[in-house]
């Protein structure tokens, strides 16, 4: 009986010094890769290894060897003891192996859940263990199952939707204001970390400009630089606001440096084109009061950060929709992973009589001497016409089986029927060779 | 036989109905997409229901209530399939094609009755006239209904209370646009049909203008609409203001088209045009 294998640790078992002990960041993926599946009791392996997380997949005929092997292996490249390593690892089997890749797979596990990365890198994984010819049937099915789940969950569900951080709820609001950021103005006031961010972010949007204004020029044409724009003085801003159509500001300035009266004027002059400040500066940049006038929109720092609370609260009531749909894939799996335990019945039932066939069908041929193409072919058509005939009850009786408690009575029962262990078995004699 | 056509569109604009507001809540494109193409069959065979019911009558079916309403509901359907085909906006359906298809249950629920066709309703510049002010009124009621999206995202902008509406409803900007295009064309289609009904009004009746209640107030619609677009083009007014004002235009409209129909006398009343 195969067994599936999960041995793993994440953000959430390990703490990131462990994580990185463990992690085979600074080995070589394809050695460690090598190494598992060279461990004699593993059948197939896929090694998983992110910043966040490690996981060694795997499928075995001795569960407890190979999960000891392992191990083992991980506490060598590690340097942690064994049990040192208990409290950090799980280890999940069949059932909840194939659940753990799936949340994985889908980013139910992530730190931030819902984020796409993990998929490709799941995915990575998976090719390296195909170069490696490391993955087979139950590995290559499990990882095609764990795909498309993961597209149908972001597809169907709202995990991936909405945006979990300051600088990204602030691109997607700018997206729901202009529809199409291509092409939009952007004025930078002020440097820091998230305004710089949420610049990054824009400027992957296809923006058509950035304009940097800092009070310091120098830092202005630094950052301009940066950002490929252009430097402007803070004196410039005023006539700027009239061009632009998002401002990111983030200056120390003790007192708001964009007014009410500024921007009502302002927005005359602009023709009405909606204007949306990003203000991410404490003490605030832009006097609250700017919201209020028509297609002007302000956001602050505890707006966005709202947005992004609010969003993680959606995150969550989508993932319970998320694990529901995996708990669907996992029954259909191990319902698939039990037909396998028929499969190699079926298949040893179907060559033997193809064997049959053939050799019966060689004599016959050549006892009846010269016969025109179409002869040939009607005889041969109608032996597999009748192998075909009789094995289709036996084939769909044992399929029927394949859920059932009694199946391995009845597998057994048709493997001593027809003789199928005769290369484990030479002591009962050989049916082929009784015969006339 | 058309009576058959018209129950087939009503129940696929039912079916297009559900599953736009299923495309909108669930966010299933599949369903969107699927919706649109269950749509344009109903609207197909709307279609051919307007062409029987042309030829069987000898006149444009807009004579009562009933057919108006219909009719008006199959120029809405037609706005937002050629709106569509321009702005690439399923959201869109899930808010026009509710209300079209809500216009076509009340008028399907009013029971039929006797029309006589007069001799005047037939000729050349009738067809003309209804064709255009009817197409009109659908494209003002694709711009009533972006006028009321613009303001729900607007507010939720405004307000930061990000709802379910928020990620489902599109950009202000699409919406301003097609508020906008909307009440362009909408005045176009408005003026070739006051136009060719004042053609219609020298041929019938022998003057162009008669001061008849459904010409003063096309005519009241007609400059409420020229003011907004005036506004919008040379003021630079838009979004909330524009949306508003749109949404105003739209009631005004609507009472043109019902309200003086059934509270006025006048050549234009269900009363004289030979229906109830």
């Known amino acids: 009986m195969i067994t599936i294998v999960d041995i793993g640790m994440n953000h959430e078992t390990a703490p990131v010094e462990l994580r990185e002990l463990i992690a085979f960041g600074g080995h070589n993926i394809r050695d460690v890769m090598n190494t598992i599946r060279g461990i004699k009791d593993i059948k197939e392996s896929i090694v998983l290894s992110t910043c966040n997380r490690v996981e060694i997949l795997f499928t075995t005929d001795k569960e407890k060897e190979a999960k000891e092997s392992v191990t083992e292996f991980l506490s060598r490249v590690s340097g942690i003891t064994k049990e040192e390593l208990g409290p950090i690892l799980y280890i999940y089997t069949n059932e909840e192996a194939i659940r753990h890749i799936f949340r994985v797979g889908a980013s139910l596990d992530s730190m931030i859940v819902g984020e796409p990365q993990i998929l490709g890198q799941v995915k990575e994984a998976y090719r390296i263990a195909v170069d490696h010819k490391s993955s087979s049937v139950i590995l290559n099915r499990l990882m095609h199952r764990t795909f498309s789940l993961a597209k149908k969950i972001r597809t169907e569900t709202d995990i991936s939707g909405s945006a979990v951080s300051v600088s990204f709820a602030a691109v997607e609001l700018g997206k729901k204001i202009f529809g199409d950021l291509q092409g939009k103005k952007v004025l930078l006031i002020g440097a820091g970390e998230m305004a710089e961010l949420a610049a990054t972010y824009l400027l992957n949007n296809k923006i058509a400009e950035i304009l940097v204004a800092n009070r310091t020029f120098s830092r202005a044409v630094e950052l301009a630089d940066h950002f490929h724009g252009k430097a402007i003085s803070f004196e410039e801003i005023g006539d700027q606001l009239l061009e632009v159509d998002i401002v990111l500001t983030s200056t120390a300035s003790p007192e708001p440096i964009i007014s009410f009266n500024q921007v009502r004027t302002t927005m005359r002059g602009r023709k009405n084109r909606p204007l949306f400040f990003i203000d991410i500066a404490v003490p605030r940049d832009v006097e609250p009061r700017v919201n209020g006038i028509e297609n002007v929109f302000v956001y602050d720092i505890d707006d966005l950060r709202g947005v992004v609370e609010s969003n993680v609260n959606k995150r969550r009531g989508e993932a319970v929709k998320a694990e529901r749909m995996v708990d669907e894939e996992v029954i259909k799996f191990t319902e698939w992973l039990k037909t396998l335990d028929v499969v190699p019945t079926i298949v040893a039932l179907k060559d033997k009589c193809e064997s049959i066939r053939q050799s019966e069908l060689k004599k016959t041929l050549s006892s009846l001497g010269n016969l025109t193409p179409e002869h040939r072919e009607a005889v041969e058509n109608l032996t597999i016409s009748i192998a075909k005939k009789i094995l289709n009850d036996p084939i769909v009786f044992l399929k029927r089986k394949e859920d059932r408690a009694s199946r391995n009575l009845y597998l057994d029962i048709a493997r001593k029927l027809f003789n199928l262990d005769t290369d484990s078995d030479e002591t009962k004699p050989n049916p082929d060779k009784s015969e006339p | ?276």
Request: hydrophobic fraction near 55%; charge should be positive.
């Open chain 2, 1 to 276: 036989m058309d009576i058959a056509f018209f129950r087939l569109t009503l129940v696929l604009y039912l079916i297009a109905t559900a599953g736009f507001l299923i495309f909108v809540i669930k966010k299933n494109k599949k369903v969107g997409f699927w919706s649109h193409r269950i749509l344009v069959a109903g609207f197909a065979l709307n279609c051919i229901y307007l062409v029987l019911g042309y030829y069987q009558l000898g006149a444009m079916p807009v004579l009562n209530f009933k057919t108006s309403l219909s009719f008006f509901s199959w120029t809405i359907i037609a706005a937002y399939i050629i709106f569509q085909a321009r702005f690439r906006l399923a959201v869109l359906g899930s808010f026009v094609v509710p209300f079209s298809a809500f216009l076509m249950i009340i008028s399907s629920t009013i029971p039929i009755s006797s029309i006589t066709v007069k001799p005047i309703f037939k000729g050349f510049w009738l067809p003309v006239h209804v064709a255009t002010a009817f197409l009109g009124d659908g494209i003002f009621a694709i711009a009533f209904i972006a006028g009321v999206m613009y303001l729900i995202q607007e507010h939720q902008i405004k307000t930061k209370r990000l709802g379910a509406f928020y990620s489902r409803l599109p950009s202000l900007n699409s919406l301003d646009s097609i508020n906008y295009h909307a009440i362009n064309y909408g005045f176009l289609l408005l003026t070739i049909g006051m136009i060719t009904g004042s053609i219609v009004a020298q041929g019938a009746h022998g003057s162009y203008w008669r001061w008849d209640p459904k010409e003063v107030w096309s005519l009241i619609t007609w400059l409420c609409y020229a003011v907004l677009l005036h506004q919008r083009m040379a003021i630079g007014w838009r979004g909330r203001r524009s949306a508003i004002m749109s949404i105003g235009c739209f009631f005004v409209l609507i009472f043109t088209f019902i309200g003086v129909n059934f509270l006025m006398e006048g050549y234009h009343s269900f009363k004289s045009l030979g229906g109830n």
